[in-house]
Antibody, heavy 122, light 108 residues
């Protein structure tokens, strides 16, 4: 069974840092792109970052670039999101998701974790 | 960066009716790169449609996707109460895999 479990969220003061983790199981983690998506209270889904299966390519949303780093450890079947200089507006539930590329060239995120809450407040 | 604009913002329909949700892109891209998700409060997003028109595993055939270029549509026929949710489109064209702002579907 495919599973992804996020951890590392919590309450942090503005300007602080957090490292989110996503533990994947039930599939060959090293074969898939992965992404982080967040949802702030009362807002829509926002794509945050993605990373190629071997970690050689990463992309970030413009509003967070320079403050976040996505990484992965394929030996540990784990995805990470390092967040620095956190702001109140970064408060959100952060989801990790597997990005699948089907044989016909289609793309979509077919498995998601349940999310980890990040709250930035003084 | 591709901007996806979804309409309407909110849709209120009765059980058994058909819902038509739109997702318009700021530039054209291959329809292989468009997906639709259902999001309910407290739950993770659920993939409904990938490649613009392919149903994900376990998704009822009441859900269908269509479109190409810059205009994509999610159609939900024969609405059921459990279809009440926010629906999002997402594109995978340029590595900046943006979402639309969502359409809230209310079942009366």
């Amino acid at each position: 069974e495919v599973q992804m479990v996020e951890s590392g969220g919590g309450l942090v003061q503005p300007g602080g840092s957090l490292r989110l983790s996503c533990a994947a199981s039930g599939f060959t983690f090293s074969n898939y792109w992965m992404q982080w998506v967040r949802q702030a209270p009362g807002k829509g889904l926002e794509w945050v970052a993605n990373i190629k299966h071997d970690g050689s390519v990463t992309s970030y949303v413009d509003s967070l670039r320079g403050r976040i780093t996505i990484s992965r450890d394929n030996a540990k079947n784990s995805l990470y999101l390092e967040m620095n200089s956190l702001r109140v507006e970064d408060t959100a539930v952060y989801y990790c998701a597997r990005v699948r590329n089907w044989n016909d060239g289609s793309w979509g995120s077919d498995y998601w974790g349940q999310g980890t809450q990040v709250t930035v407040s003084s | 960066e591709i901007v996806l604009t979804q309409s309407p913002g909110t849709l209120s329909l009765s059980p058994g009716e058909r819902a038509t949700l739109s997702c318009r892109a700021s530039q054209s891209f291959s329809n292989n790169l468009l997906a639709w998700y259902q999001k309910k409060p407290g739950q993770a997003p659920r993939l409904l449609i990938y490649g613009a028109s392919r149903r994900a595993t376990g998704i009822p055939d009441r859900f269908s996707g269509s479109g190409s270029g810059t205009d994509f549509t999610l159609t939900i026929s024969r609405l059921e109460p459990e279809d009440s949710a926010v629906y999002y489109c997402q594109q995978y064209f340029d590595f900046q895999d943006t979402f639309g702002q969502g359409t809230k579907l209310e079942i009366k």
